[in-house]
């Protein structure tokens, strides 16, 4: 908002002596915290060119008319009456190519496309990290995790990663994650809205339609195992 070239910006967090903000969960730091800082940034900039700053290069021209070394602004935000009477939400649509071996039927993940809609993405390589993370999240929970338990003792069996499956890097395939190219003014001053839960939802769904499509076999559970498919074929 200011103009200030990103390598020229601190921050601090986790100081006591800081403003109170939200957890950062739930898909609302970006938002809630970002629109905080954008109000502060607004009102920064209008002090600033109102003493000739309007541009950063004369951002030094402007505190050395005001006299000070440094010049801050504080920023708030919670939202507006129009927010509140509108929800808001992020999509995804996710396809998945699935192949499953016709001897042992044990389906794996080929290719994964995702494109999703969260209004403007403030950075847009994070962002696709987190959904590719989330698009790996629910493959493992479509085709590899499983909480087994004694049922003497109601204790879970695999207390670790020895005996707990998750995929490891043979197990992920191509990923191609993307965003719709938006501004969402509704959600926040600058257009963005939350994609923290936003990545491995839908996922599972869609690799158990895909192991539908190539076998036949519709598997209401998860993980989806061999013997799922074995059974149900036995029975047909």
Sequence with gaps: MLGVP???VSLTLGDTALPAAPVNGASTATMSVGSAVHDGAMKLKENLAQAGGDTPAGYGKALSKLSV?????DGAWSPSEDQVSVAIYSFGAIFVEVRVDQEIPIPRVNRVVAVYSAG???????????MTGGIIWGISQALFERSETDPRLGRFLSKNLAGYLVPANADVPEIDASFVEEFDAHASPFGGRGIG??????????IANAVFHATGVR??????????LLEATRKS
């Design 6 to 8: 990103v390598e020229r």
């Design 69 to 73: 070394e440094r010049l801050s602004a």
């Design 120 to 130: 403007k993405m403030i950075n847009p390589k994070t962002a696709r990290s987190q």
């Design 197 to 206: 839960e936003l990545g491995p939802l839908g996922v599972g769904a869609a």
């Design 219 to 228: 598997v209401r559970e998860v993980p989806i195992r061999p013997e799922h």
